[in-house]
Nanobody
Framework: QVELVESGGGLVQPGGSLSLSCAAS????????MAWYRQAPGEQRELVAS???????EYLDSVRGRFNISRDRGKNAVYLQMNSLRPEDTAVYYC????????????WGQGTQVTVSS
């Protein structure tokens, strides 16, 4: 079965940086999009950043210019470089992958905690 393994979460001070990694394994073919979502306590899950197969990217307005999403096709991996972190960035971050041809499949990582606090 498809599995997404995340790493890189932790505690950082405001203004600091953190990098998240996600490696996908299993029967994936034709990956359409890889993305990072996050969910803060009491809030809905929101899309933070995404990168499509053609390389186009999208960012949540509040993170644009601070975060950068990238991918490694050979490793089926996606990364999120987070800079100038703010306390409001505190959340559980989830990796997401969409793949398929006629039908689109979706998989989620287990989530990794990112805490921004002094």
């Amino acid at each position: 079965q498809v599995e997404l393994v995340e790493s890189g979460g932790g505690l950082v001070q405001p203004g600091g940086s953190l990098s998240l990694s996600c490696a996908a394994s299993g029967n994936l073919f034709n990956i359409i999009r890889m993305a990072w979502y996050r969910q803060a306590p009491g809030e809905q899950r929101e899309l933070v950043a995404s990168i499509h197969s053609r390389g186009t990217t999208e960012y949540l307005d509040s993170v644009r210019g601070r975060f950068n999403i990238s991918r490694d096709r050979g490793k089926n991996a996606v990364y999120l470089q987070m800079n100038s972190l703010r306390p409001e960035d505190t959340a559980v971050y989830y990796c997401n992958v969409q793949w398929g041809w006629a039908s689109v499949e979706t998989a989620w990582g287990q989530g990794t905690q990112v805490t921004v606090s002094s």
